[in-house]
């Protein structure tokens, strides 16, 4: 069986909780995992996370006037998601300062330059998480509530179920694509908008009004496509093909690189402007095909009403000069590790 990364003793939980997964299934295996996972994680679910995400960003916001300068990425776009994800999958609030940095530890080995270091923080992560989420769904088995580890706990098709190991895995990577895409294409996006102010004002004005969030809407899918949070992954060929006169067999490994077909002229008009109104918007940045992101809509909610709430808290936010911006040094997920911001 062909399979990403290849099997190493020294990442053999990682390795293991890669193949029970979305991410690098391939039918009929992916098939019968997305059905379950989807009758659980369904778009209902999400859209009725509506009125706790705006209290969570309410209490977010509140001060960060005051300090006049701060970082963008851990005062505003990091918290979020990491608690909108907890919450949808029941992890209580004791546990939640690990999860950001169980998730960085293992995405750090879809980098190329993963070294040993990596490679055991992201196994102990993957350790301690799996402990974790093994404890939560045997306390949902016994009493259920209503989050979506019991949910996968529950969920059945014709008399098919997630087995422990594949609800535990399922669950690991709905924490990492869970936050991880809203995180760095919240502040990736920000800081794109106040380099061109114009586009920030455009967003500004539009803001305050009650029915504005299909304008952040349309603007979140031109952000993910100009600064792609996810600009490429590796994939494994499965049939001889050739393209661009590169014979590809069975086995070799593929660099898709979804930041370059998301600035493709042959689909996109002046691809390098960043245009919040474009429309069509045919994006890579949540793949294509069977691997489309499960968890697109909930990321694009998160974005939506993130940059909505800042944009009428903080009308008058700047950069904060022209060293502001520090990235994480990810090629596979790109994001920044600092983006420092000031206020008026």
């Not at 989420?133 to 996968?152: G, K, N, Q, S, V």
């Not at 990492?176 to 586009?199: F, I, K, M, Y």
């Not at 944009?311 to 008058?316: H, S, T």
Request: glycine fraction near 8%; proline fraction near 7%.
């Amino acid at each position: 069986e062909l399979g990403w990364p290849r099997p190493d003793p020294a990442q053999a939980n990682f390795d293991a909780f890669n193949s029970n997964h979305l991410l690098d299934s391939e039918p009929p295996k992916h098939t019968r995992l997305r059905s379950l996972v989807g009758l659980a994680f369904t778009p209902r679910r999400v859209e009725a996370l509506q009125g706790r995400i705006e209290a969570l960003l309410a209490a977010q916001l509140d001060g960060l006037r005051e300090q006049g300068s701060f970082d963008l990425v851990s005062a505003y776009a990091e918290p979020l998601p990491v608690t909108v994800i907890a919450e949808l999958l029941g992890v209580p609030e004791e546990h939640r300062a690990q999860l950001r940095p169980w998730s960085a530890a293992i995405v750090k080995l879809y980098e190329p330059s993963a070294g040993a270091a990596d490679q055991a923080a992201a196994e102990q992560a993957v350790l301690d998480f799996s402990a974790l989420l093994r404890e939560l769904a045997a306390e949902r088995r016994a009493e259920p509530r209503d989050d979506l580890i019991t949910a996968l706990v529950q969920v059945e098709q014709d008399g098919d179920r997630l087995s422990a190991q594949e609800l535990i895995d399922t669950c690991i990577l709905l924490l990492n694509a869970g936050h991880e895409a809203s995180v760095n294409g919240l502040s990736a996006g920000v800081q794109a908008l106040l380099r061109d102010r114009r586009h920030w004002e455009t967003l500004v004005q539009a803001a305050p009004h009650e029915g504005s969030l299909p304008v952040f809407r349309r603007a979140v899918e031109e952000l993910l496509r100009f600064d792609t949070p996810l600009p490429m992954f590796e994939r494994i060929v499965l049939d001889p093909v050739t393209l661009g006169g590169a014979a590809l067999n069975p086995g070799d490994r593929v660099a898709l690189l979804y930041a370059s077909g998301n600035r493709d002229p042959q689909r996109f008009d002046a691809p390098d402007e960043l245009r919040l109104d474009r429309d069509p918007n045919p994006h890579l940045t949540f793949g294509l095909g069977i691997h489309y992101c499960l968890g697109a809509p909930l990321a694009r909610l998160e974005l939506a009403m993130s940059l909505r709430a800042l944009c009428r808290a903080l009308p008058d936010l700047h950069l904060g000069g022209p060293d502001a911006a520090q990235y994480t040094g990810g090629f596979v997920i790109r994001g920044l590790d600092r983006l420092t911001v000031q206020v008026g």
